[in-house]
């Protein structure tokens, strides 16, 4: 296999996956501006919170991405990664691309949360299922990030990585049972109530619905140019191992060097621990 | 997968490239290796011997191209392989806590042989008394070379790859050593040696394959078919300098092969 | 796959018998985290006895990670990893047989470490039993994982660093497992809840050792 095509993407080339991207781009401002618009002036305040509960067209919209959408799409990439019949750098890049959005997200869930848990618990953090959970799910996904900035060839990089995440996307469901076993079983009484959700109705709920259409769209234009930029860096290294595999086969091209076993071996064993 | 090969073929590789990260290992190797032929590998330092071992060993899977040992793919074969494939490397893969016959019984269980050859083994190789019971940490270098050595002769495999299987040893190391390349071709092993001291290993081999810049780029016999030892001289099964169906040496555009002993840049 | 099992960990606990690290090493560290423990907490003895739990498993966690990265570090001098390969180990059984070996320095440690929270915190323990299977099944899930990781991040540089940012986050619904039943465990407690945590930690367990045994090998390959 022409290590050169192992950098073929279906998603870099043509004008029409560029225009593509550009008005997913758009439609993504264009959903955002108007839940903003509907979410802060439209829709009216609630009974109970009055206008902390605009939160709402946020905090549930990033949570819903981070969580689901951006967690659950590394998770099957990497699985669809590692699986031989389906293997191709594309989910591997898809993953880490997906995960890094998710990062994002994961922190706006966790600064929303934070915002609203204020006003309305008194406390800027608290251990509740949701909170902690996603803050497991985090540092999990920071670690995954952490694994992938390690030099390595792609191929490996790429096992290692999907490796990571199946064992982070099994370890999640059980996490999530723990925590939450963690705050209902417990004896001692919780002084918060953690359910946040106020009820929602007519207009709200139709912004609500927006929200999470725009913050969907945002996710999937993030993902796609950050898709792009990983296959861009993949596409400079291919560059240079071209270069590499010339200089090396010209090596042999020059006539026996004279006088050998006088330096020391070089580069004939695979550096250990270079990856 | 292993490609269709002729059954007598040991090794055979065809247009190999090996990458470590962004750095070609080997560039595009073709070489066949019969069954029972002894074959030196040399070249310059950083040329790729190693890889290329490494590469029989299933150590380092292919980036294109094919290798088959044993009519298997040793990446993906590994397990049926490791009985019948040895490899002596520049590490001895012994561990530092153990002593030599601590490491030694687990390396030869670990390869599925009996712990019944480990002590002629040793004996062979002058491992013996306090040696023994001395822990890995405190050996030399030679003496690690040793104990690798003898897990390779208590193993006994079909295919024996040793790189630069000189290096390190002593005098008398090394005439054992050379018993034993002699011994493993005359009982029908194939015997692959990397190593830059041609002139020690010529005597040994029948053919002698150059590796420069990851590729093979010349061939020639060594006009040797035995032992340089008196035994019963059992003709070895065919280690006879011709080229295998196919020959490697039209494919890698290399030079037309010298016959007789070649002068050697010393 | 059991006899590679056996013959690795036999290997593995024959080196710790000779080098001694988890016994001269590991141990002192642990009983030094609970002793910081007690400084972080405070003279308040109530608050300690109460505590002693979570901070127990704490302490076995940092041990875990020692362990853990000790096991791996053995592999890596003189190309043994390399030499692992080229035997033909079934990977399963390695994985096994590694995990076994941890799991078994690590009981070791946590027996010193629920001694030392006995004396030092005052903790007083009702249902025995309770204490003794948790501890088994949280070692378990703990060795199993830990070798994983370990694995995955085996041969690089930052091993050291990243191994445990890795393997933390992911062990804890051991935490919180083994916390809750100590806690049901305790005087005061109510073993019934423990119970239900039990039923997690096997769940643990059983899945992180199925991947393990299935994913092991490839693993080996990234490194």
Redesign the interface.
């Known amino acids: 296999m022409n290590p050169n095509q192992r950098v073929r993407s279906p998603l870099l080339q043509s004008a029409r996956a560029r225009w593509t991207v550009r008005i997913i781009g758009i439609a993504a401002a264009v959903a955002t501006a108007f839940t903003v618009w509907l979410g802060l002036w439209v829709t009216p305040p609630d009974q109970v919170q009055g206008d902390l509960v605009r939160l709402v067209y946020i905090h549930p919209g990033v949570a819903w991405v981070a969580l689901y959408l951006a967690f659950g799409l590394a998770a099957v990439a990497s699985l669809l990664y590692l699986w031989p019949r389906t293997r191709s750098l594309f989910w591997d890049r898809l993953a880490a691309a997906a995960v890094e959005v998710g990062v994002v997200f994961n922190v706006c869930t966790l600064i929303s949360g934070s915002i609203w848990g204020k006003p309305a618990w008194g406390v800027w953090w608290a251990w509740d299922a949701r909170l902690t959970s996603t803050a497991v799910l985090l540092v999990l996904f920071l670690g995954y990030m952490a694994l992938r900035r390690v030099p390595a060839e792609p191929e490996v990089r790429a096992r290692r990585s999907a490796f990571l995440a199946l064992f982070a996307a099994v370890d999640i469901p059980i996490v999530h049972f723990s925590v939450l076993w963690w705050k209902t079983l417990h004896q001692g009484a919780t002084v918060l109530n953690p359910d946040l959700s106020p009820t929602i109705h007519g207009s709200m709920a139709w912004t609500l619905l927006l929200s999470f259409v725009a913050l969907t769209l945002v996710f999937v234009w993030m993902l796609l140019v950050r898709y792009r930029i990983g296959v861009l860096e993949d596409w400079l290294g291919t560059g240079e191992l071209d270069a590499a595999l010339r200089e090396r086969q010209a090596e042999g091209a020059a006539p026996d060097p004279a006088g050998d076993g006088s330096e020391a071996p070089a580069g004939a064993p695979v550096p250990e621990g270079v990856r | 997968m292993a490609p269709a090969t002729p059954s007598s073929s040991a090794i055979s590789l065809h247009d190999a490239?090996a990458?470590?990260?962004?750095?070609?290992?080997l560039?595009?190797v073709d070489l066949e290796v019969a069954d029972g032929e002894s074959v030196l590998v040399e070249g310059?330092?950083?040329?790729?011997?190693?890889?290329l071992l490494?590469v029989c060993?299933?150590?380092?899977?292919l980036?294109?191209g094919r290798v088959a040992v044993l009519g298997l793919d040793p990446?993906r074969r590994?397990?049926q392989?490791?009985?019948r494939v040895g490899?002596l490397?520049?590490?001895?893969?012994?561990?530092?806590?153990?002593t030599v016959r601590?490491n030694m019984r687990?390396?030869v269980?670990?390869?599925?042989a009996g712990t019944d050859r480990i002590d002629p083994a040793c004996e062979r190789l002058g491992l013996t008394g306090r040696l023994l019971k001395t822990?890995?940490s405190k050996l030399s270098a030679g003496q690690?070379r040793r104990v690798a050595l003898a897990v390779l002769v208590a193993r006994w495999p079909e295919l024996w790859m040793l790189d630069?299987p000189h290096a390190g040893l002593d005098s008398s190391a090394r005439a054992v050593l050379d018993e034993l390349i002699g011994e493993a071709t005359t009982g029908g092993a194939t015997v692959l040696i990397a190593s830059?001291?041609s002139a020690l290993v010529e005597p040994l081999v029948t053919r002698a394959v150059?590796v420069?810049?990851?590729?093979v780029?010349a061939e020639r016999c060594t006009g040797v078919s035995r032992a340089p030892l008196e035994r019963p001289a059992a003709t070895a099964s065919g280690p006879t300098p011709t080229e295998p169906p196919g020959g490697p040496g039209g494919a890698s555009g290399a030079d037309p092969r010298v016959e007789g002993e070649v002068a050697h840049?010393? | 796959m059991w006899r590679d099992t056996l013959l690795v960990a036999g290997k593995d606990l024959r080196i710790e018998a000779r080098s001694r690290v988890a016994l001269s090493q590991v141990a002192p560290f642990g009983i030094v985290a609970l002793v910081l423990f007690a400084f972080a907490l405070g003279p308040d003895r109530a608050l300690m006895a109460t505590g002693a739990p979570g901070l127990f498993w704490v302490a076995v966690l940092f041990c875990t990670v020692q362990a853990v990265q000790r096991s791996v570090s053995v592999e890596s001098a003189d190309g043994a990893r390399d030499g692992l390969r080229l035997s033909g180990l079934d990977p399963a059984g390695l994985f096994l047989g590694k995990t076994v070996a941890v799991a078994a320095q690590l009981v070791v440690l946590e027996a010193l470490l629920a001694v030392g929270v006995v004396l030092l915190y005052g903790a007083r323990i009702d249902v025995p039993w309770l204490i003794v299977v948790s501890c088994v099944l949280g070692t378990v899930g703990l060795a199993a994982t830990g070798t994983l990781y370990g694995a995955l991040s085996a041969g690089l540089r930052v091993r050291e660093t990243l191994l445990p940012f890795l393997l933390l986050p992911i062990v804890a619904p051991v935490l919180l497992a083994g916390t809750r039943i100590w806690q049901a465990a305790m005087a005061g407690g109510t073993p019934a809840d423990g119970t239900q945590w039990l039923r997690l930690l096997v769940i643990f367990d059983a899945v992180y050792v199925a991947l393990g045994v299935v994913v092991y090998g490839p693993i080996q390959e990234t490194a």
């Open positions: 490239v990458l470590s990260g962004r750095f070609p290992l560039t595009g310059p330092n950083g040329a790729g011997k190693t890889s490494r060993a299933g150590l380092v899977p980036a294109s990446v590994r397990a392989l490791r009985r490899l490397s520049h590490a001895s893969h012994l561990y530092d806590d153990l601590e687990f390396a269980r670990a390869a599925g822990p890995a690690r630069e830059h001291e150059t420069t810049g990851g590729r780029t840049v010393a």
